[in-house]
């Protein structure tokens, strides 16, 4: 579900691996006035993952948010996927064989893929886990696919706006802090131009390239003509 401010009366969309565990941070800190830390209650830890379930958009209550304000965050693609891959398979080691040693040995893959071994065999890789996979989906899972839902989306790479405009609407101060950043930091444009290739195309569905027509032009000489993604007609975005 979207991180819910009743009294503000927002609702603010977000997809895993698109800045969402610094998004819930902020929007703590505007909801509440003060800035959000990790504590521990009876004995559980409880960081900024845990303030707002994030569940696909067709399982949100969307009459409980009818008359609220809606906003979304989107981030490109391609970082998102390698961030994926950084963050959740390097640093967290979700494919390791203590977390998915019977799932590996059913589908027949290595544990700890390198890279180009996680896109050789990325469809397998991904129903070894659940948790890997669901950070995997395409934006649209969990913004929904009708840019027209939303006030204004924005974008990561641009969060100063995101955060200047709801401090101003708010009239708060709160700050975004980065989080979530653990795991080998990858350079796209570093990579083998077949790995490129392999990664747009994987990429290149996602509903981010359409609403933000500027996410595809770095990619575009890596894919067939065709498979440009047909912009979408913005409403309210922030670019």
């Known amino acids: 579900m979207p991180y819910i401010m009743p009294a503000q009366r927002i609702a603010f969309f977000f997809s895993p691996k698109a800045g969402g565990t610094s998004l819930r941070a902020f929007l703590f800190h505007v909801e509440n006035g003060f ?12 960081d900024a993952n845990k303030l707002a ?7 949100v209550d969307h009459e409980a948010i009818a008359g609220y304000r809606r906003f979304a965050l989107l981030r490109d693609p391609v970082r998102r996927f390698l961030s994926g891959y950084s963050n959740r398979v390097v640093h967290y080691r979700e494919l390791s064989i203590e977390a998915a040693g019977q799932q590996l040995l059913r589908e027949g893959l290595p544990p700890d893929p390198d890279l180009w071994t996680f ?3 990325y469809v397998g890789y991904l129903r070894c886990s659940k948790s890997l996979a669901r950070h995997f989906l395409k934006q649209q899972k969990y913004i929904g696919d009708k840019p027209d839902y939303y006030e204004r989306i924005f974008r990561l790479e641009t969060n100063e706006d995101m955060v200047a405009f709801l401090n101003a609407e708010c009239r708060t101060s709160a700050r975004m802090p980065w989080l979530q ?16 290739i392999r990664i747009v195309d994987i990429c290149r569905h996602d509903i981010a390239f359409r609403i933000f027509p500027e996410y595809w032009e770095p990619y575009a000489h890596l894919a067939e003509a065709e498979a440009m993604p047909e912009p979408l007609v913005k409403t309210g ?3």
């Open 35 to 46: 800035a959000f830390r990790e504590h521990v209650v009876q004995g559980k830890r409880l």
């Open 53 to 59: 379930q994030n569940f696909r958009f067709n399982r």
């Open 119 to 121: 896109l050789d065999n």
């Open 181 to 196: 950043s653990g795991g080998p930091n990858y350079d796209f444009f570093a990579l083998d131009e077949d790995m490129q």
């Open 237 to 239: 975005t922030a670019d």
